[in-house]
């Protein structure tokens, strides 16, 4: 859009340009600057328009921005300029993702190229590599403390090593995406370290205070994050002999956003990494971008406009890459990341969803899916270009993050239903198979989040100990009913590494002082190729499981319904132990899929009637499209096997 006052300071910033930027040919860049200036413009203004350096600070960001277009490579820009014209891609049913540490999966980076055989005999098309930058040893939140935001932490290897993991993902067509950990720093950055040997200008890259007074008033409101091992939000720093804010653990100092040069680093570093390859950058912990006295911190409207000006930047730049929002909050709050008060996403094109997550655990300790369909009702739409990240587990604890409200809507009681599913997944309630662990637990709020690995929540591991057989049918069932969920329901399903063979909890890592207390590494495995071999070996758990995921995931990559442009209507049913809804494509020329759910371990049945009018069903003629055959019905009702799903279709 043309508007005279960006405009203007656009024409003085590009006369003042560097010469050594003015002389280059970058023409897209131009263009794609025009584009998106008044937008930037906007944002920039209304976050630091009452700087006396404005303009300054707006001259060195347009000059960030074209430094990294003029050392992003060609193969990229190429790249860049596909996805503009098919700019849906993302969207499609043809992408499967995979999230995993590259040393418990392969050692390091370059072990991890040895290794992408496997992921492509799966299927799978997008990995996550979880963090790889430097972290102090010992004090690195698995990654997520980082002290040096530009360097490969020597443990994964280094910039070439991830490069030579780049090209050959490219050759497999296989997306990469990393992590910039966006909200803060390890103590040990150089910029804490400035910070607390008493520099000023490093200090206001964070929230430093000479005393409690401010940190009163923020913790009057602010929730704890990691309240057994870090109480609090702020701590006590020798050094600077100030109180500083750090939301996370007490060596993760929050970022300060409201200073303009945080923002342009941190723009400059999500650039740096897309031109290493990235295809798809995870921004982590996006909600607690800005911090408001009064307020809990997260979510705030300002997290959202500096989101909006990061992708605006990075949409001139490097416009091929996607962001992902890992904003773990209540489901309104969720959609807010794709951007509000737009018709296309203008924010970030992916979101997590742990909303559908952390319901899909709820059906299965309840075998009931009457909260899930209520949960899954609160999830506003989303907006155009947008596509959710579907996933049952990943490298974090499960949050019970649903609404009170859905749940008293379904006859629980909240504080009670959050009580039994804890209780139930670690093990303690007593007709309970999950052996999961708890972790956050807050005796303040009576909080408690839960961890372990898929197979050790679902009763896989439970049942191998008690060699119970048909224990361990049931739990491949229900694990494979699980993945059927994420990879029909829209969006990208995000599996994690180990689960496709079963990986149990791992607690080894009780043996390491500076894990021990975080449960969260019960289930961050380290995997066992010989175990991962059994996946050759008929009969075995590894193969049942792997198999099937594997024809799922061909099967899903077949049905375009299965792509995500909003085409789901949920079924509601009288039976409560089933989930149901219809995929369609957008011109509804063919009949769509019904996707069919048992969260029961008895057999249950779907009234054929009751769908038939959202989805139209040519009696005699349904076929699963997972199995290839013919469902067991009698007259119009469908029966369902206990943990079994259906990808119906005519
Ligand atoms: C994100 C990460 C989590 C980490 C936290 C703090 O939520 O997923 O593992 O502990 O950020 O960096």
């Given at each position: 859009?043309y508007?005279?006052?960006s405009?203007s300071?656009?024409?003085?910033?590009?006369?003042?340009?560097n010469?050594?930027?003015?002389?280059q040919?970058?023409r897209h860049?131009?263009?794609?600057?025009?584009a998106?200036?008044?937008?930037?413009?906007s944002?920039?203004?209304?976050?630091?328009?009452?700087?006396d350096?404005?303009?300054?600070?707006a001259?060195?960001?347009v000059?960030t921005?074209a430094?990294?277009?003029?050392?992003?490579?060609?193969?990229a820009?190429?790249t860049?300029?596909?996805?503009?014209k098919?700019?849906?891609?993302?969207l499609?049913?043809?992408?499967?993702?995979?999230?995993?540490y590259?040393?418990?999966?392969?050692?390091?980076?370059?072990g991890?190229?040895?290794k992408?055989?496997y992921?492509?005999e799966?299927?799978?098309?997008m990995?996550h590599?979880?963090?790889?930058?430097?972290?102090?040893?010992?004090?690195?939140?698995?990654?997520?403390?980082?002290?040096?935001?530009?360097?490969?932490?020597?443990?994964?290897?280094d910039l070439?090593?991830?490069?030579?993991l780049?090209?050959?993902?490219?050759?497999?067509?296989?997306?990469?995406?990393?992590?910039?950990?966006?909200?803060?720093?390890s103590n040990?950055?150089?910029?804490?370290k400035?910070?607390?040997?008493?520099?000023?200008?490093?200090?206001?890259?964070?929230?430093?205070?000479?005393n409690?007074?401010?940190p009163?008033?923020?913790?009057?409101n602010?929730?704890?994050?990691?309240?057994?091992?870090?109480?609090?939000?702020?701590?006590?720093d020798?050094?600077?002999?100030k109180?500083?804010?750090?939301v996370?653990?007490?060596?993760?100092?929050?970022l300060?956003?409201?200073?303009p040069a945080?923002?342009?680093?941190?723009?400059?570093?999500?650039?740096?990494?897309?031109?290493?390859?990235?295809?798809?950058?995870?921004?982590?912990?996006v909600?607690?971008?800005?911090?408001?006295i009064?307020?809990?911190?997260q979510n705030?409207?300002?997290a959202?406009?500096?989101l909006?000006?990061m992708?605006?930047?990075?949409?001139?730049?490097?416009?091929?890459v996607?962001?992902?929002?890992?904003?773990?909050?209540?489901?309104v709050?969720?959609?807010?990341?794709?951007?509000?008060?737009?018709?296309?996403?203008?924010e970030?094109?992916?979101?997590?969803?742990?909303?559908y997550?952390?319901?899909l655990?709820?059906?299965?300790?309840?075998?009931?899916?009457?909260?899930?369909?209520?949960?899954?009702?609160?999830?506003?739409?989303?907006?155009?270009g947008?596509?959710w990240?579907?996933y049952?587990?990943c490298?974090?604890?499960?949050?019970?993050?649903?609404?009170?409200?859905?749940i008293q809507?379904?006859?629980?009681?909240?504080?009670k239903?959050?009580?039994?599913?804890?209780d139930?997944?670690?093990?303690?309630?007593?007709?309970s198979?999950?052996?999961?662990?708890?972790f956050?637990?807050?005796?303040?709020t009576?909080?408690?989040?839960i961890?372990?690995?898929?197979?050790?929540?679902?009763g896989?591991?439970?049942a191998?100990?008690?060699?119970?057989?048909?224990?361990?049918?049931?739990?491949?069932?229900h694990?494979?009913l699980?993945n059927?969920?994420?990879?029909?329901?829209?969006?990208?399903?995000?599996l994690?590494?180990?689960?496709?063979?079963?990986?149990l909890?791992?607690?080894?890592?009780?043996?390491?002082?500076n894990?021990?207390?975080?449960?969260?590494?019960?289930?961050r495995?380290?995997i066992?190729?010989?175990?991962?071999?059994?996946?050759?070996?008929?009969?075995?758990?590894?193969?049942?499981?792997?198999?099937?995921?594997k024809?799922?995931?061909?099967?899903?990559?077949?049905?375009?319904?299965?792509?995500?442009?909003?085409?789901?209507?949920?079924?509601?049913?009288?039976?409560?132990?089933?989930?149901?809804?219809?995929?369609?494509?957008?011109?509804?020329?063919?009949?769509?899929?019904?996707?069919?759910?048992?969260?029961?371990?008895?057999?249950q049945y779907?009234?054929?009637?009751?769908?038939?009018?959202?989805?139209?069903?040519?009696?005699?003629?349904?076929?699963?499209?997972?199995?290839?055959?013919t469902?067991?019905?009698?007259?119009d009702?469908?029966v369902?096997?206990?943990?079994?799903?259906?990808?119906?279709?005519?």
């Amino acid at each position: 859009m043309y508007e005279q006052v960006s405009h203007s300071l656009l024409n003085d910033i590009l006369i003042r340009l560097n010469p050594e930027i003015k002389q280059q040919q970058i023409r897209h860049f131009y263009t794609r600057l025009g584009a998106n200036f008044y937008s930037i413009h906007s944002l920039f203004q209304v976050l630091y328009g009452d700087r006396d350096d404005f303009e300054e600070q707006a001259q060195r960001l347009v000059e960030t921005m074209a430094r990294q277009y003029i050392v992003r490579s060609d193969q990229a820009k190429e790249t860049d300029l596909e996805r503009e014209k098919n700019h849906n891609w993302f969207l499609s049913q043809e992408w499967v993702g995979m999230a995993m540490y590259s040393d418990g999966f392969a050692g390091n980076l370059e072990g991890l190229i040895t290794k992408l055989h496997y992921i492509q005999e799966l299927g799978v098309n997008m990995i996550h590599i979880m963090p790889i930058l430097q972290c102090p040893i010992g004090k690195s939140d698995g990654g997520y403390a980082v002290s040096d935001f530009r360097k490969v932490d020597d443990r994964f290897g280094d910039l070439d090593s991830l490069n030579l993991l780049s090209e050959d993902l490219k050759k497999r067509d296989i997306l990469l995406t990393l992590d910039v950990i966006v909200n803060h720093t390890s103590n040990e950055h150089e910029w804490a370290k400035k910070a607390r040997q008493g520099d000023k200008k490093y200090q206001d890259y964070y929230y430093v205070f000479d005393n409690r007074e401010i940190p009163d008033m923020f913790e009057e409101n602010m929730p704890e994050v990691f309240p057994e091992t870090s109480p609090g939000n702020f701590t006590w720093d020798e050094e600077m002999q100030k109180w500083v804010m750090t939301v996370f653990n007490d060596y993760q100092m929050d970022l300060n956003y409201s200073n303009p040069a945080v923002f342009i680093e941190m723009l400059d570093i999500i650039l740096f990494w897309a031109n290493q390859g990235a295809d798809i950058i995870r921004l982590d912990a996006v909600a607690f971008l800005w911090k408001k006295i009064g307020s809990t911190c997260q979510n705030e409207r300002e997290a959202h406009l500096i989101l909006q000006l990061m992708k605006d930047c990075c949409q001139v730049t490097a416009p091929g890459v996607l962001f992902i929002a890992e904003a773990i909050v209540a489901p309104v709050e969720i959609t807010k990341y794709f951007g509000e008060d737009a018709i296309n996403a203008k924010e970030c094109e992916i979101a997590y969803n742990a909303t559908y997550m952390s319901l899909l655990w709820d059906a299965v300790a309840t075998k009931n899916t009457r909260l899930l369909y209520q949960g899954l009702k609160s999830i506003p739409d989303k907006l155009e270009g947008a596509t959710w990240l579907n996933y049952i587990r990943c490298h974090d604890d499960i949050g019970l993050g649903f609404d009170d409200a859905d749940i008293q809507a379904v006859g629980f009681e909240p504080a009670k239903h959050r009580r039994f599913l804890i209780d139930y997944y670690t093990g303690v309630y007593k007709d309970s198979i999950a052996r999961g662990l708890p972790f956050g637990q807050n005796d303040k709020t009576g909080d408690a989040r839960i961890s372990g690995s898929l197979a050790s929540l679902i009763g896989l591991q439970a049942a191998l100990e008690s060699a119970d057989q048909d224990g361990i049918d049931k739990a491949v069932h229900h694990i494979l009913l699980l993945n059927s969920m994420i990879m029909s329901f829209g969006g990208i399903p995000l599996l994690y590494y180990g689960d496709e063979i079963g990986s149990l909890n791992d607690c080894t890592y009780l043996n390491d002082e500076n894990k021990a207390n975080d449960s969260r590494w019960a289930h961050r495995p380290t995997i066992d190729w010989e175990k991962a071999e059994l996946r050759h070996q008929p009969g075995t758990v590894e193969h049942r499981i792997f198999s099937a995921v594997k024809k799922m995931i061909a099967v899903r990559k077949e049905i375009s319904a299965f792509s995500d442009f909003n085409n789901r209507e949920l079924i509601q049913l009288d039976n409560p132990h089933l989930f149901a809804f219809s995929r369609f494509d957008l011109q509804r020329s063919s009949s769509g899929v019904l996707v069919v759910g048992n969260f029961d371990s008895r057999p249950q049945y779907l009234d054929l009637n009751v769908v038939s009018q959202t989805f139209k069903i040519q009696q005699g003629q349904i076929k699963d499209l997972f199995s290839g055959s013919t469902p067991a019905l009698f007259k119009d009702q469908l029966v369902v096997p206990p943990y079994h799903f259906y990808w119906l279709s005519d």
